[in-house]
C-alpha cells in the first residue's frame, strides 16, 4: 500500500517562494522524506524554468505551481515579487486546503512573509513550521549594503515568523541560536536538520577532459550568482593568478544562474579572463555533475558578512561529497562543516584566497588527504540520511501538538 493511499499519519503543505520544485534539493529532500515515512505532502512554490505545469505529481508529492515576476534585483523588486508571491500561495493554499487537505502549514523562507498564511491557517486549527533557510535581514544587508525600511521590515516579518511558529527547522547551531535569542523560541521547539546531501544523486564519476578548455586544472564553482556570493572576488582571484602568478594552465568553470550573472560575465572580459573562466549558466544535475567530477579544487568565495558567517552553503557540502578540497574564506559554518576538508583564506583577502588555491593545485596528495576526508566526514556525519530522524522527530513534536496524547504506530 502507498503512502498516498494509506491513512496518512498528517498532511502537510510546504510552501517556499524562491525556487521550484523538486529543483530547490532541500525541500524536495525534505518532502520526500515525510512522504515516504507516512505524511501526505502537497508542495506550493513558483514555476521555473523545466517546471513549468501548474500540478504535478512527483513519488507521491503533490506539487501546485504558480507565476512568479521576473527575478528581482532590486529592494522594491523584491517587495513587488514577495506580494505576488504570497497572493497566489493563499490562493492555492484555499486550493489544497478543499482538495487535499493539510494540518500543518510548513513555510520555507526568504522571505518570511509566509508567515501571513500560517497565522490565517492558525485559526482554523492547523499549526505552522517554520523551515529556517536563511537570515532574511542579514541577506538583505547583505545584497544592498544598507539598513533601512525594508531591512527593518525583514525583522518585523521574522520576528512575526517566530511568534507564529510551533516549532522552527534550523539548518545549523547557529540559526538555532537565532530562533532563541532573537526568535525568542524555546530551545525544545527548535530542531536542527541541516542539509546534508543526498549520496544517490552526487555521484563520483570519471572527468569530463573537456572541461579544462585544453588545461591542466579544473578550479569549479557551484551556486546562485548574486550579490553576496562574491564572485566578483573570484573573479580578481582568477585575475591575479592568471597574470600576476603566470598560471596560464588553470581553467575555472562557475556552474550557476543568478540575477548577477551577466554582471560577472561582463567583469569577467573586463579584466581580461573570459578564455579563463566558463559559465555554464543553470544546467541539469548531469552537467554539475560532469564539472565538479572534472575538478581538481573547489571554492567557495562568499563574502564575509553577518549572513554568510552563520549559514550553512549547499556547496560546501556537495564539494565534499564529491571528494574535492575546498578553498574559502574563514567562516564560522563553513569551518564548521568542512574542518580539514578546506583551507581558509584570510576573510577579504583575494591574495590569500589565490595563494591557497595555488597550493592545492600544486600538491597532489594535500588535495588527496583533503577528499578522502570531506568524503568520509560526510558519510559518517552529515549525509541526508543522518538528518531523517531529526526531521521525523520535529514533526512527532508537531503532531503531539496536533493530536496530544494520539498514539502513534
Not at 486546503?97 to 513555510?107: I, Q
Amino acid at each position: 500500500m502507498t503512502a498516498e493511499s494509506a491513512k496518512p499519519r498528517g498532511r502537510i503543505l510546504i510552501i517556499v517562494e524562491n525556487l521550484p520544485s523538486p529543483f530547490d534539493r532541500r525541500v524536495w529532500q525534505e518532502a520526500t522524506t515525510l512522504s515516504s515515512h507516512g505524511y501526505r505532502v502537497s508542495i506550493i512554490c513558483p514555476k521555473g524554468k523545466g517546471y513549468e505545469k501548474a500540478h504535478e505529481v512527483i513519488d507521491e508529492v503533490h506539487i501546485f505551481r504558480h507565476w512568479l515576476p521576473r527575478e528581482a534585483a532590486s529592494a522594491f523588486g523584491y517587495l513587488i515579487e514577495y506580494s505576488a508571491a504570497l497572493f497566489f500561495q493563499f490562493v492555492l493554499s484555499v486550493r489544497v486546503a478543499f482538495s487535499r487537505g493539510f494540518d500543518v502549514v510548513h513555510a520555507c523562507n526568504p522571505p518570511d512573509n509566509i508567515f501571513l498564511i500560517g497565522a490565517f491557517w492558525k485559526i482554523f486549527g492547523k499549526k505552522f513550521v517554520f523551515d529556517h533557510h536563511d537570515l532574511t535581514p542579514e541577506l538583505y544587508e547583505a545584497k544592498f549594503h544598507r539598513i533601512d525600511c525594508f531591512y527593518r521590515l525583514m525583522l518585523f516579518w521574522e520576528r512575526m515568523t517566530f511568534f507564529f511558529a510551533d516549532i522552527s527547522i534550523a539548518t545549523n547551531e547557529s540559526y538555532k541560536e537565532i530562533a532563541v535569542t532573537r526568535g525568542k523560541m524555546a530551545p525544545d521547539t527548535v530542531f536542527v536538520v541541516r542539509s546534508g546531501p543526498d549520496l544517490r544523486r552526487l555521484r563520483l564519476q570519471e572527468p569530463k577532459p573537456e572541461y579544462r578548455n585544453g588545461r591542466r586544472h579544473l578550479v569549479g564553482y557551484v551556486g546562485v550568482i548574486g550579490a553576496q556570493e562574491g564572485l566578483d572576488h573570484l573573479m580578481r582571484i582568477v585575475k591575479t593568478i592568471v597574470f600576476d602568478h603566470g598560471r596560464e594552465d588553470i581553467q575555472f568553470a562557475i556552474v550557476g544562474g543568478g540575477t548577477d550573472l551577466e554582471k560577472i560575465r561582463d567583469y569577467a572580459e573586463e579584466l581580461s579572463i573570459a578564455d579563463f573562466v566558463t559559465f555554464t549558466g543553470r544546467v541539469s544535475d548531469a552537467v554539475l555533475l560532469d564539472v565538479l567530477n572534472t575538478a581538481d579544487v573547489c571554492v567557495n568565495p562568499d563574502v564575509p558578512s553577518e549572513m554568510n558567517d552563520k549559514s550553512t552553503m549547499n556547496k560546501i557540502m556537495e564539494y565534499m561529497a564529491l571528494g574535492k578540497p575546498i578553498v574559502q574564506y574563514e567562516l564560522t559554518e563553513g569551518r564548521r562543516s568542512a574542518l580539514d576538508a578546506s583551507l581558509y583564506a584570510r576573510p577579504n583577502d583575494e591574495n590569500d584566497f589565490a595563494q591557497k588555491i595555488l597550493e592545492l593545485i600544486d600538491d597532489p596528495e594535500l588535495r588527496r588527504e583533503m577528499a578522502e576526508f570531506g568524503r568520509k566526514r560526510i558519510q559518517s556525519e552529515l549525509e541526508w540520511n543522518h538528518e531523517v530522524p531529526k526531521l521525523l522527530a520535529a514533526y512527532e513534536a508537531v503532531f503531539e501538538i496536533v493530536h496530544p496524547g494520539a498514539s502513534r504506530d
